[in-house]
């Protein structure tokens, strides 16, 4: 049961151009979500989250917008740069559990 | 400051031996959790620790895993007679009690 939903595997952007990272969820419960990034042989780190009571939160180049009718969550990179290259995956928790539900990332490739 | 430490890094181990996986967490951080990663696989929960309470083990794939947290700190990952689909990359994280997770740069445990 994937409660956390990341239907694009991969996305190639070019250098300057706006990311744009989608993220599904199906748990009416969760009501805080993270995004995190994760390059090869390195933990993920920590991006950007947003609570439920919020439908935006930006932090310089990276904007997380979530829709809660929809149950969707986007995360928007602008101006991408080749360093964003990575994995990104998306995260949910709620209705009073800790537990932290990932996605199964997007491969973001920016081309120079 | 120090961020969540794994070891070893990489671990090699025969089809049915028992292997430990260490995990210390972010001083102060009172919440643990292990979590899993198979090649072209999202993170997979294995098990939460939260200070003094019961650990959720809902993600634990089989009873031949387990896992300890000793005096709210360090953490001890066991698996029992490991086989080949065991192979993944195992990632521990902390967080305080209400924020991000904070990942250490995993175990990559080979099971040949």
């Known amino acids: 049961d994937q409660q956390v939903k990341q239907n694009s595997p991969s996305l190639s952007v070019q250098e300057g151009r706006i990311s744009i990272l989608n993220c599904d969820y199906t748990?009416?419960?969760?009501?805080?979500f993270l995004w995190y990034k994760k390059y090869p042989a390195e933990g993920p780190t920590f991006l950007i989250s947003i609570s439920s009571i919020k439908d935006k939160n930006e932090d310089g180049r990276f904007t997380v917008f979530l829709n809660k009718s929809a149950k969707h969550l986007s995360l928007h990179i602008v101006p991408s740069q080749p360093g964003d290259s990575a994995v990104y995956f998306c995260a949910a928790k709620g209705g009073g559990y800790q537990k932290v539900t990932f996605g199964t990332g997007t491969k973001l490739q920016v081309i120079p | 400051g120090a961020g969540v430490s794994q070891s070893p890094s990489n671990k090699v181990t025969e089809k049915g031996k028992d292997v430990e996986l260490r995990c210390d967490p972010i001083s102060g951080h009172t919440a643990l959790y292990w979590y899993r990663q198979s090649l072209g696989q999202g993170l997979e929960f294995l098990i939460y620790f939260q200070g003094n309470s019961a650990p959720d083990k809902s993600g634990l794939p089989s009873d031949r895993f387990s896992a300890e947290r000793t005096g709210g700190s360090v953490s001890t990952l066991t698996i029992q007679r490991t086989q080949q689909e065991d192979s993944a990359v195992y990632l521990c994280a902390s967080s305080p009690l209400a924020g991000a997770l904070h990942f250490g740069n995993g175990t990559r445990l080979t099971v040949t």
């Open positions: 748990n009416s419960m969760f009501d805080y």
